[in-house]
């Protein structure tokens, strides 16, 4: 059964400084990452998804997938306090039902 | 990508009954998912409905208790029979496209039971 883990549990950055977020996950057979923002137990906000190895990038916020390491990251440049959200990591499993599996998240505050 | 429309946005019910959450898709869709999310926790899958077919209940849920309907493929419904204070928490459906990567997310529905 997948297991997604991320870390840190929270992370406070200042405004513009980079916040690197991590995540881990079991299944070595999956293949679609994503990571998605929350505002205070709002709807979700798919920031960047990522299917193969190596980096991708959507604005502000680039992705690093390594599944031979069974994790991948989101980086976020020059972070504003608009950006203090939950951050969270799903991750597929193998298989024909599609199911997304999603870590705990990271709770990120960005202070001015 | 699809557009899942929920409702209702949220809703306050006593306990000992049942809510009905709707999930609309602006297109057709094979597979449904629902997910629950209490406060400050991360999203859990509940269910995957696919059309036609009963729906596929993950370790801790069950159809008494949480039954799901999916009579076509743009529409599913999730019922929270017997509401407890214990399931007040946010409900998510979800879709995806076959053949397709993305995932689309209903806007919540945040449910109190008092």
């Known amino acids: 059964q997948q297991k997604v883990q991320q870390s840190p549990e929270s992370l406070t950055v200042s405004e513009g400084a980079m916040a690197s977020l991590n995540c881990t996950f079991s299944?070595?057979?999956?293949?679609?990452f994503r990571w998605y923002r929350q505002h205070s137990a709002k709807g979700l906000e798919v920031l960047v998804s990522?299917?193969?190895?190596g980096e991708k990038e959507e604005g502000r916020f680039t992705a690093h997938l390594n599944r031979a390491n069974l994790h991948v990251s989101l980086h976020i440049r020059e972070p504003q306090p608009s950006d203090s959200a939950v951050y969270l990591c799903?991750?597929?499993?193998?298989?024909?039902?599609?199911?997304?599996?999603f870590g705990k998240g990271t709770l990120l505050t960005v202070t001015p | 990508s699809v557009l899942l429309y929920q409702k209702p946005n949220r809703d306050i019910c006593q306990s000992g009954t049942s809510l009905k959450i709707q999930c609309v898709a602006d297109?057709?869709?094979?597979?449904m998912f629902w997910y629950q999310q209490f406060q400050e926790q991360s999203l859990m899958l509940m269910a995957t409905?696919?059309?036609?077919?009963?729906?596929?209940?993950e370790s801790g849920f069950t159809k008494d208790k949480f039954p799901i309907s999916r009579p076509n493929l743009t529409f599913s419904t999730l019922t929270v029979n017997n509401a407890r204070p214990g399931d007040s928490s946010i409900y998510f459906c979800?879709?995806?496209?076959?053949?397709?990567?993305?995932?689309?997310f209903g806007s919540g529905t945040r449910l109190l039971v008092i």
């Open positions: 979800s879709s995806k496209r076959q053949g397709h990567s993305d995932y689309t």
């Open positions: 297109s057709q869709v094979v597979s």
């Open positions: 299944d070595g057979t999956s293949n679609n």
């Open positions: 799903a991750v597929n499993s193998g298989g024909s039902n599609y199911k997304l599996t």
């Open positions: 990522i299917f193969s190895d």
């Open positions: 409905a696919n059309e036609g077919s009963e729906a596929t209940y």
